[in-house]
């Protein structure tokens, strides 16, 4: 196997806010071998994530919640994305504690058992995000309503749905934040053993 190797010669902030972007100097090996030459590339560093798809193996349904992007301004019209709770975690925190606490402020749930899906970089040509996402066991009843934290501005609404709905909504297109869409087709391949590990 080929060797590679790589060197950051230089990193320079560029913007700090509540997110960073750094201009990153760096070569690397190339497949024909030697080194290629220096480049510059910007790279924006806003923390890692966790989210979690819950699901409620006894009347098969899944919890997803409804909010406002606003990068998805120049794509969505309109801006607000169904989604499975997520969020960046914190420091101190693992991915875990991240999505236990991200449930009962996105969709007033408690997670009971939790199942690794996977974790993935959802922009790795500039963004240096990696996403850990599960699958949370919840009792659906009663769930619904609008959630969310007042000091940072969330107006959340949570919709419960037959997880053959939510899975259809992913295939066809219609769901279409990443997360997302990676956790339901991982259960539509995996729902039958998970829903018998979990009876």
Do not use: N
């Not at 607000?80 to 749930?109: F, H, K, M, Q, S």
């Not at 107006?155 to 749905?161: F, K, L, P, S």
Request: one cysteine or more.
């Amino acid at each position: 196997m080929d060797e590679k190797k790589f060197e950051v010669l230089k990193v320079e902030p560029c913007h700090r806010g509540y997110f960073e972007l750094d201009r990153w100097h760096v070569r690397h090996t190339l497949f024909a071998g030697g080194w290629g030459k220096e480049r510059a590339l910007e790279v924006f560093e806003r923390g890692h994530a966790a989210a979690v798809l819950p699901y409620d193996p006894k009347t098969d349904q899944v919890v997803l919640v409804e909010q406002f992007r606003v990068a998805a301004i120049p794509t969505v019209d309109p801006p607000w994305l169904i989604e499975i709770p997520a969020g960046i975690i914190d420091a101190g925190e693992d991915a875990e504690t991240t999505v236990r606490r991200e449930v009962t402020e996105e969709a007033g749930l408690e997670l009971k058992r939790l199942k690794t899906i996977t974790r993935f970089l959802p922009s790795p040509g500039a963004v240096t995000e990696a996403i850990d996402v599960f699958l949370g066991e919840v009792d659906a009843a009663g769930a619904g309503g609008i959630h969310g934290l007042d000091d940072e501005g969330e107006d959340i609404r949570v919709h419960v749905m037959a997880a053959d709905d939510a899975i259809a909504m992913a295939d066809d297109g219609r769901l279409i934040a990443s997360h997302t869409v990676i956790a339901l087709l991982w259960l539509a391949r995996h729902r039958e053993a998970v829903r018998a590990a979990w009876a």
